[in-house]
């Protein structure tokens, strides 16, 4: 069951999100992986089946808001949130409180405890940080991960501070654990810039455009550099 839920987190995380090409989004593979899941649920009810639908249909949710029509990125604090589906967001909900109920807290039911802090705040500034960072906590007490690692940071960063956030980022930076990997140079472009270390930024935008392989992530980092400069 473990083995089959992650080849449906993949698949989805395909969709949500392409490793490479000229679309941000997948819908057919996003769809696929919640109908998977779906028929999952229906043959063994498992907390973790029940927190993966979650995660997949919170993540969902937002699809129409994070792309404009002609396929670039919108940010999170940009997003409309009046267009997220209010009922994939009950349905998400409800399904982590039967997951949760369980009393066993496994890695997707905490991934849907995130997503469902997002889901239900009103804004950017109004998201509770400090909840999503203790979730982060948990969940790399139990899934220790240099991606977690880094998502971790930006929720620390939000919460406390650009500041904090670059501290832990740097450190991921000098390990080279993620060194292939655009999204942490990304993030360190963006806390640098917040706080003012324009050349850091420069370079950590540059760096993260040659590791993108996306076209619409490339577009979007090529024009934050391009404000930068």
């Known amino acids: 069951m473990t083995t089959t839920l992650h080849v449906v987190y993949l698949i989805f995380n395909e969709g949500y999100s392409a490793s490479s090409g000229e679309n941000h989004i997948r819908k057919e593979l996003t769809d696929e992986a919640i109908f998977l899941n779906r028929k999952l649920v229906d043959l063994i ?13 919170l993540q969902e949710s937002r699809r129409v808001s994070r792309v ?23 349905e998400g909900v409800q399904l982590i409180q039967t997951a949760v109920m369980s009393g066993r807290l496994g890695p997707y039911t905490l991934q849907a405890a995130i997503a469902s802090v ?19 906590d948990m969940l790399l007490s139990m899934n220790p991960s240099p991606v977690i690692e880094l998502n971790r940071a930006i929720a620390v960063g939000m919460h406390k501070g650009p500041a904090a956030g670059l501290e832990i980022i740097e450190d991921l930076v000098n390990s080279e654990k993620l060194h292939t990997y655009h999204t942490l140079y990304a ?11 324009k050349e850091k930024a420069i370079e950590a935008y540059r760096r993260a455009i040659k590791l993108a392989r996306q076209a619409p992530e490339q577009r979007y980092l090529k024009k934050q550099l391009s404000e930068t400069l």
């Open 45 to 57: 009810a498992t907390p973790e089946s029940l927190g993966l639908l979650a995660l997949l249909l």
């Open 68 to 90: 404009t029509q002609s396929g670039d990125l919108i940010p999170l604090e940009d997003q409309d949130r009046s267009l997220w589906d209010q009922a994939l967001i009950r």
């Open 118 to 136: 997002h889901a239900l705040a009103d804004s950017l500034e109004n998201t509770q940080w400090e909840l999503i960072v203790g979730y982060y």
């Open 187 to 197: 993030a360190q472009a963006e806390f640098s810039k917040k706080l003012g270390l």
